[in-house]
């Protein structure tokens, strides 16, 4: 199993980017995929995280109505878009997958726990 993320850079505070994960090696039909980022200095933080299964979604709460996750499954790949981006976002940013999906999201994505599978970051800076 590879992930790959990508589409990170700078972006001015009300800014936009959409993060895509490139997912391989495993058929894409039972699967929990997310995203989570580290600020320096900080620990690891869910962002956001969909589970194949039942099409449900987890947010953190700092993100709600900012971001929105994505699946399409004919390129194997899943987008963050992140909108009306603020500083405090500055991070890398890190998907993850469980293949096959066996956790709820609401166990899975604050932190990452369970997740089998990590891509390399990318990172998002905003300024402000």
């Known amino acids: 199993v590879q992930l790959q993320a990508s589409g990170g850079g700078l972006v001015q505070a009300g800014g936009s980017l959409r993060l895509p994960c490139a997912a391989s090696g495993f058929t894409f039909d039972n699967y929990a995929i997310g995203w989570f980022r580290q600020a320096p200095g900080k620990e690891r933080e869910g962002v956001s995280c969909f589970s194949s299964n039942d099409g449900s979604t987890y947010y953190a709460d700092s993100v709600k109505g900012r971001f929105t996750i994505s699946s399409d499954n004919a390129k194997n790949t899943v987008y963050l878009q992140m909108n009306s981006l603020k500083p405090e976002d500055t991070a890398v940013y890190y998907c993850?997958?469980?293949?096959?999906?066996?956790?709820?999201?609401?166990?899975?994505?604050?932190?990452?726990?369970?997740?089998?599978?990590w891509g390399k970051g990318t990172q998002v800076t905003v300024s402000s």
């Open positions: 993850a997958t469980q293949v096959p999906a066996l956790l709820r999201l609401w166990v899975l994505c604050p932190k990452g726990d369970g997740m089998d599978y």
